[in-house]
């Protein structure tokens, strides 16, 4: 017992001192440190796994004949850590993802900062809300949560993301005419990137050998229940200026519908 834990200490020790090395004195950690982070903790468990079956190998031969009556009551018990572990084989076995990508699972979407056998760990980003912000919350996620969600990766929506939102306007009114100024509009301010978009684009189709709708914005217009029409837009940009590009659209449209219709603003 005392050289078990003499053994774990030292090992401890050592992977505290390399944690410390690879991270170094920066303020944010770059994706390789992330990784050599992970890499180190998980060696370093695997290492004492490893030293402690060793070390008790005839213990645990004794222990196994003992509860060999019980054995289904310690599967039933630990059902959700063999989950986890059978999750994390099934998530490497897989290569759904890894350190750095961006992933959904259930209604949890960021950035994976790391994992091991029994959890995931990801700083969390505000996908939902169309705002691509992390929003200082780190969630850890069991593995077992692989095998009853399904795992999205977003990995290309790091640089850029098909951004979506809508416009409503109470007033049943001819919109179409609009919509050849409202694209010029768009042009106008994706012109700085758009083509890098389109390379971007037209990498993404060739990675997942499907046809994706473009890099040029779309825009349709639909009726809601309560027959107020709704103008939805679809412009493929890079991530982090989506919310802005989308302040500046929707700036856009209210100028040009006051414009066109300023007996209804009154």
């Known amino acids: 017992m ?4 003499l053994i774990i ?3 401890f020790l050592i992977r505290h001192y ?9 303020a944010f950690l770059t994706e390789d440190q992330r990784k050599w982070i992970s890499r180190t903790k998980n060696g370093s468990f695997t290492v004492i796994v490893i030293t402690l079956f060793i070390l008790w190998q005839s213990e645990i031969n004794e222990f196994a004949l003992s509860v060999t009556a019980i054995a289904v009551a310690i599967v039933v018990a630990s059902k959700e ?5 059978t999750g994390s084989i099934q998530r490497a076995s897989s290569r759904s993802f ?9 209604s949890l979407c960021g950035e994976v900062i790391e994992h091991n056998m029994m959890a995931t760990v990801i700083q969390e980003i505000d996908l939902h ?10 969630a850890t996620l069991p593995n077992s949560m692989f095998f009853t969600y399904p795992v999205k990766n977003l990995n290309f929506m790091k640089r850029y993301v098909y951004h979506n939102f809508s416009i409503c306007v109470k007033e049943f009114v001819n919109l179409y005419p ?3 100024d409202l694209l010029h509009k768009i042009d106008t301010h994706c012109e700085d990137f758009i083509d890098v978009a389109r390379r971007y684009n037209s990498v993404i189709e060739k990675h997942a050998g499907v046809d994706l709708p473009g890099s040029e914005p779309h825009i ?3 009726t809601t229940s309560m027959g107020d029409q709704k103008v939805h837009y679809m412009i493929f940009c890079p991530t982090e200026k989506a919310s802005h590009l989308e302040q500046l659209i929707r700036q856009d449209f209210m100028e040009m519908y006051e414009s066109n219709f300023p007996q209804k603003t009154e």
């Open 2 to 5: 005392i050289f078990s834990v």
């Open 81 to 85: 850590i063999i989950l986890c572990f």
């Open 18 to 26: 390399a944690v410390k090395h690879i991270r170094g004195d920066i």
């Open 178 to 180: 609009m919509i050849p």
């Open 220 to 222: 349709h217009i639909t």
């Open 9 to 11: 200490s030292f090992i």
């Open 129 to 138: 809300h169309g705002q691509y912000d992390y929003t200082g919350k780190t």
């Open 98 to 106: 890894r350190i750095g990508d961006w992933i959904e699972v259930g």
